[in-house]
């Protein structure tokens, strides 16, 4: 399978997750948290598709699209493994959705960090929340759910609270 074949699997795979967790968590009322803006992709896909809710962004430096852009008051900061333990703190366990692409290239360092991220965003999700991510993560209680059609396996994970 070439470089080519696997990111268009990831791309295919992350709007097929996104857009099966948005109407799913559509009647819940709590915020959606982007974890790593990057360039801004999947977080403009967001920004068209949710509607009702707030879409705050966590990133250490903004470098996105112009069109792809949060206003500052959405834009969350710093390292997720300190971000995420305040917005704990000011939002409590009431997130309806959560959007985790996090990862570069290194495999074995993104599934190193995927183990440390894990404990800090299950807390995060409201009860019937769903939580999106391009790689495995480490989670006590949250519900493997099974890929809507179009994703392919092992390119994008859904779990529920
Ligand atoms: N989903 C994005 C898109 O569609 O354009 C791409 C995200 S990119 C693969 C990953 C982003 O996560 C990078 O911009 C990186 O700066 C951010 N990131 C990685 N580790 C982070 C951390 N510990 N804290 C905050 N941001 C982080």
């Known amino acids: 399978m070439s470089r080519l074949d696997v990111f268009i699997d990831r791309m295919v795979s992350q709007r097929a997750c996104l857009d099966f967790a948005i109407a799913e968590t559509a009647a819940l009322p709590g915020p959606v948290f982007e ?83 894990s404990p800090l965003i299950e807390p995060l999700l409201a009860k019937g929340g769903l939580m999106v991510s391009s790689d495995r993560m480490y989670f006590d209680a949250l519900e493997d759910r099974p890929l809507p059609p179009g994703a392919v396996p092992g390119r994008c994970f859904i779990y529920r609270k």
């Open 35 to 117: 974890l790593g803006l990057g360039n801004g992709r999947t977080y403009h896909h967001l920004r068209e598709k949710v509607a009702g809710r707030d879409i705050y962004v966590f990133e250490r430096a903004i470098a996105s699209h112009p069109d792809s852009t949060p206003d500052e008051a959405f834009a969350i900061l710093g390292d997720v493994m300190a971000t995420l333990p305040q917005t704990l703190a000011r939002f409590g366990p009431t997130a309806s959705l959560i959007h985790a692409d996090l990862g570069g290239h290194n495999l074995a360092k993104n599934d190193a960090f995927a183990r440390k991220v």
